[in-house]
């Protein structure tokens, strides 16, 4: 199975920041990473999907980027909204996996 | 609109089994892959199984496989997952999801339902 590995597991900011996470494949996975976003007690959210695509309704403030087995989700100026556990997921392989969240506080 | 209700789920003891469905609504169910995802309690998200949307292809993670089993009945528009020798480690929220990409091969979750929850204990 393809592992992914999320860096860093929690993450202090604060609104108007910029914030990178990053999320490393075990082995290349091409275009297939996407990024989802879970706010507590609330479903999954697609956010980003073939890397760098954004999702419909998604604010432009999100972007993901990376090739092969390293990839980045930005989000550029951090809005209260925004605080809540990210994602990643390869769709590489038949058996998808996902990484293990990033947390993103306050 | 577009809408995925799970339902199903419950306490169950260590060794029994229990149905999930998932009630699809606002697309053509017959196209698109779908998907479990589960969230054990104060835990992150992991992936389940997926059905493709030729309902051929089935896919299981290492911790299911052989005791748990996707399918769908498409006269209504209903995915189903029949878990079987459940354990401890089965206990979480259960989601269904709706793949993005149309008679494709899956690409990302792109609508999930609420999820039923599974609590497996004596």
């Known amino acids: 199975d393809i592992q992914m590995t999320q860096s860093p597991s929690s993450l202090s900011a604060s609104v108007g920041d910029r914030v990178t996470i990053t999320c490393r494949a075990s082995q290349s996975i091409s275009r297939f990473l996407n990024w989802y976003q879970q706010k507590p007690g609330k479903t999954p959210k697609l956010l980003i999907y073939a890397i760098s695509d954004l999702q419909t309704g998604v604010p432009s403030r999100f972007s993901g980027s990376g090739s092969g087995t390293d990839f980045t989700l930005t989000i550029s100026s951090l809005q209260p909204e925004d605080f809540a556990t990210y994602y990643c997921?390869?769709?590489?392989?038949?058996?998808?996996?996902f990484g293990q969240g990033t947390k993103l506080e306050i | 609109q577009v809408q995925l209700v799970e339902s199903g789920g419950g306490v169950v003891q260590p060794g029994r089994s229990l149905r999930l469905s998932c009630a699809a609504s606002?697309?053509?169910?017959?196209?698109?892959?779908m998907y479990w995802v589960r969230q054990a309690p104060g835990k992150g998200l992991e992936w389940v199984a997926i059905l493709w949307y030729d309902g051929i292809n089935k896919y299981y993670a290492d911790s299911v496989k052989g005791r748990f089993t996707i399918s769908r009945d498409t006269s209504k528009n209903t995915l189903y997952l029949q878990m079987n020798s459940l354990r401890a480690e089965d206990t979480a929220v259960y989601y269904c999801?709706?793949?993005?990409?149309?008679?494709?091969?899956?690409?990302?979750?792109?609508?999930w339902g609420q999820g039923t929850t599974v609590i497996v204990s004596s």
């Open positions: 606002g697309f053509r169910f017959n196209d698109y892959s």
């Open positions: 997921q390869q769709s590489y392989s038949s058996l998808h996996t």
């Open positions: 999801a709706r793949d993005l990409v149309v008679v494709a091969a899956p690409e990302a979750m792109a609508v």
